[in-house]
């Protein structure tokens, strides 16, 4: 039994290399993760466009532009937000047409998380069967 001891200390000094050998590697040698969102405002800029008919009244509703209206091609200055932007869009000859910009959350080197929209959000328009349809069946179209 005096074998036991000499056994026991064996076992602390490998499980005191083994947690070193463990820590090395996160040790100061590595970097640190990269701040993917690293110098980004509160806010951004995004562009509603629709190809084909510029000039079309864009309506945008959500909880962080609350209601705005927009003729195209236009930029707007909108607060990240992980909420989704609902863009209704009109013009004469044309169908109604409807869109919805999700963000995109990012996770920083903190553990927060940042959202942003697509820099640019292209609402395709439909030309009417005849100019003086009416812009939609049924009185509009609903993007939900």
Known sequence: ?????????????????????????????????????????????????????????????SVVVGHVTVTTPAHIEVDRSPEIIVVLCRKACYLDASAMIASEGQRRADGSVVYSYPAETKVQMTAAGSCNAPSSPGGGASPL
Do not use: Y
């Open 1 to 61: 039994m005096p074998r036991l001891r000499p056994i026991a200390r064996s076992s602390r000094m490998s499980a005191i290399v083994l947690s070193a050998l463990v820590a090395l590697p996160l040790s100061g040698c590595q970097s640190q993760p990269k701040d993917v969102a690293a110098g980004l405002t509160d806010s951004q800029s995004i562009a509603i466009d629709t190809p084909g008919a510029p000039g079309a009244q864009c309506s945008l509703k």
